[in-house]
């Protein structure tokens, strides 16, 4: 009977399941920011590794083709500047964030993504020239990592394509919750950062190709 009482105590004082949780899951203060400064670190090193294949094989023509042979240095300074104007547009985009106007910042995002659609469309304009000209990735080292290079921020690109676009669709019918506001901080981050990517791309592959 003892037992039984005891039992019985320790089954009432005992806390339902539903006590073990949280209401809200907590969320660190700028734990977003400091996770997302950590994944832009691991691509740096990604990005730093191909820089450094590219340095080392950038020389390896096998008799092929050279870059001051295949760079268009005219056709890369439109796209340079797609992709530049791009990060100012993001950039207005964010000041209209910061006045809570949903639409001014939807128009800018919108504009933002042009931009980064005329930057992949000359990018594959320009690999598609290239492989017509018999320039492909097969034919020498240095075409294998120009490849490799170009086409990893390329792919960059295009997922920041997709997270933009999936993001405005959220604003639109969220607005500009503290959520919201979080991931338009990352995507600020992640463009721009492949904006000083591309500049090195631009800096040591393609002047330094064609000098």
Not at 36 to 60: E, H, K, N, P, Q
Not at 166 to 189: D, E, F, W, Y
């Amino acid at each position: 009977m003892s037992n039984m009482n005891n039992s019985h105590g320790a089954a009432a004082g005992a806390l339902s399941p539903r006590e073990y949780h949280l209401a809200h899951e907590p969320h660190p203060e700028n734990g977003t920011a400091l996770g997302f400064w950590l994944y832009l670190m691991s691509d740096c090193l990604i990005f730093a590794a191909l820089f450094a294949t590219y340095g080392v094989l950038g020389r390896s023509y096998a008799a092929g083709p050279t870059g001051a042979e295949l760079f268009d240095l005219t056709l890369v300074a439109i796209n340079t500047a797609f992709l530049l104007l791009s990060s100012i547009t993001f950039g207005f985009a964010m000041l209209r964030k910061q006045l809570g106007d949903v639409k001014g910042t939807l128009i800018w995002l919108a504009v933002t993504g042009l931009f980064g659609l005329c930057f992949l469309a000359l990018e594959l304009y320009e690999f598609y020239h290239l492989i017509h000209q018999g320039a492909t990735p097969q034919r020498s080292a240095f075409l294998s990592a120009f490849f490799t290079l170009v086409g990893t921020h390329g792919l960059h690109v295009t997922f920041g394509l997709v997270w933009l676009v999936v993001l405005m669709i959220q604003i639109k019918q969220h607005g500009l919750t503290p959520a919201n506001n979080r991931r338009l901080m990352c995507l600020s981050m992640f463009w721009h950062f492949l904006d000083v990517i591309w500049i090195g791309v631009f800096t040591f592959v393609y002047l330094m190709g064609v000098l």
